[in-house]
């Protein structure tokens, strides 16, 4: 119930009406521990009922995206776009080449040396996103240590 109000909020406070596919892919990105495909949306909107396009999901999210609603994603040597509700911060990842399993880092490693680069360079910093690309602990195994 708290993720509905939220997603209604947000999109009332975005100037978005307020509308059933609207509500209910953010409603999934809210939930989701990790980025999502458009295709993965869609999958989980049809699971739970919700009968709708998928164009119409890319455009919903397009507009969802427009309004800092949902931050889109594009990580190296992939050509799916990905999404994850904007959480009003930022997060960081560590992403594994092979499998494209997705891991949030939890804390911001970047802060401090954000500061020191301000000062040794007078740039004014006003964010950063950090990914981190390598194996997973299963893709590992299953390669020998790659």
Sequence with gaps: MKNQM???ERLKKSGLKTTKSRKAILDILIRSNQPMAVEQI?????????NINLSTVYRT??????KDLVTKIS???DDRMLFEYNQL???HYLVCVTCKKIITVQNCPLGSYERVL???TRFNIIGH???LYG?????QRSNDGI
């Design 129 to 131: 996103k950090l990914y």
């Design 135 to 139: 194996y997973c602990e299963n893709c």
């Design 89 to 91: 911060g930022h997060r």
């Design 75 to 77: 990580l190296m040597d």
């Design 61 to 66: 999210l397009e507009s969802l995206e427009n």
């Design 6 to 8: 939220e997603c209604e």
């Design 42 to 50: 869609f999958l989980l909107l049809k699971e739970n009922q919700i």
């Design 118 to 120: 301000e000062n040794e």
